[in-house]
């Protein structure tokens, strides 16, 4: 068997305490989920895990140093003559197989890098040389050279389309998607939006004509075709995480996970809330309306099968109504209500709506997105090719250690008029901040294509009005 090196050590033990991290944070959610603390298996289960993390972490500090006292006392390798009429390559570097990271993690690495850079003065390339090596992702990204002409040619300036450099920023991507409703549609089984190019111009008819049975000699009436026009451009979701010069120095990859978390999370819950909150309304040139503005909900028959299942009924109505099939029909609901629905079982002890699991499947023969961003007792049904989306399909990212910062969340800048404001320096507080954009936007296509259910206290419990 063929020893490791120390740096595969380190990945594997890295990947170890990923997995034990992610089995505790199941331990605490499953309790969390169900209300209450952890039982004693639980915690005997979730004390075992911590424990064998803190072990892990300890291992890799130690791997970490011996990486550093053997780069240190690394020496060149001396050529020997070439014998003459023969080709050779003495002075080859070894050939590594690249790391595998976390999604997200290769993003936290650029921006540190580029970070440090400013920070020491330095080139990017010598900052990612001497962090993560000249066989990471990163060196890779920082090294392309630049040439006038585009091409996928290597060290290209457009290389990052097809190469390296895209997959780092991908990688962010990636690991953005699977966190919001609208990453979820176009995945295992759910149907995809109508994605459109940005700037797309629309017309939508929004009532029908009528037809008239006419008598020998009448005048025929007239009807008339209502409608409206509009144009889908591309919107801006945005924020703005500042973080110490000494977070930065000290960094570890846990340091890295909390600069793409804050990144991350933020884009996150903005992009699922404003996607599916009934009460929020566009705002022209700023944000779009949700996909359930403006729609008439149904109120909820109450918590029982049956009544849960007129709800399904009358959801589904609204669409048959409209002439409207949802044939790629989606339901968005809050984990409790996935997780009730999965749990409720008949007097036979049978599932009364199999299929369905707190993380999602299949509800009333149509795929379900869970996610929390769903407010309590909100459970909307969507026909998936009934809502518009353009997007450009990426995150720009950028960092500043000069930049001057109104430190709110309801900034009153406005670079088009002005606002006296009081302001902190990166420089003068030792601080970077990183910026991440997306740049997105979605709209109803008609208004027939979304049913939305309020007060879903979907929990299985006997309706008041059928209690003995």
Known sequence: MTNKTIGEQIADLEAMRASKASDMEAVTNKAITEGRTKDAGEREQFDELKAEVKAIDAELSDLRDMESINKAAAKPVEKSPATPGVSTRRDFATVKSAEKLEPGIAFARLARVKALARLDGESVRTVAREQYGEDSSVFGVVS??????????????????????????????????????????????????????????????????????????????????????????????????????????????????????????????????????????????????????????????????????????????????????????????????????????NPMGQPEFSGLTMSGGTFAGLPVIVSDYASAGLVVLVNASDIYITEEGGVQVDLSREASLEMADNPAHNSITPTPASLVSMFQTNSVAFRAERFINWRRRRQSGVAVVTGAQWAGAPDPETED
């Open 144 to 345: 392309k050279a630049a040439v006038p002409a585009g091409s996928t040619q290597d060290g290209n300036w457009a290389e990052w389309l097809t190469g390296d450099n895209g997959q780092v920023y991908g990688d962010f991507i990636d690991f953005l998607r699977p966190r919001t409703i609208l990453g979820r549609f176009g995945q295992n089984g759910i149907p995809s939006l109508l994605t459109v190019p940005a700037g797309l111009s629309y017309g939508a008819q929004t009532t029908g004509g009528e037809g008239y049975w006419v008598g020998e000699g009448r005048a025929k009436p007239l009807t008339r075709f209502e409608g409206e026009s509009g144009r889908l451009d591309l919107l801006k979701v945005a924020n703005i995480a500042v973080v110490t010069e000494e977070l930065l120095r000290k960094a570890t990859v846990s340091a890295e996970r909390l600069l793409r978390d804050q990144l991350v999370a933020a884009l996150a819950a903005r992009l699922d809330t404003d996607f599916i909150n009934p009460a929020k309304a566009a705002v022209p040139g700023i944000s779009p309306a949700s996909i359930t503005n403006g729609i008439t909900p149904i109120v909820s028959a109450g918590s029982s099968a049956d009544a849960i299942r007129a709800d399904v009924r009358a959801a589904f109505q609204s669409f048959i109504s409209a002439g409207n099939a949802p044939t790629a029909g989606v339901w968005i609901m809050p984990s409790t209500a996935a997780l009730n629905l999965s749990l409720m079982v």
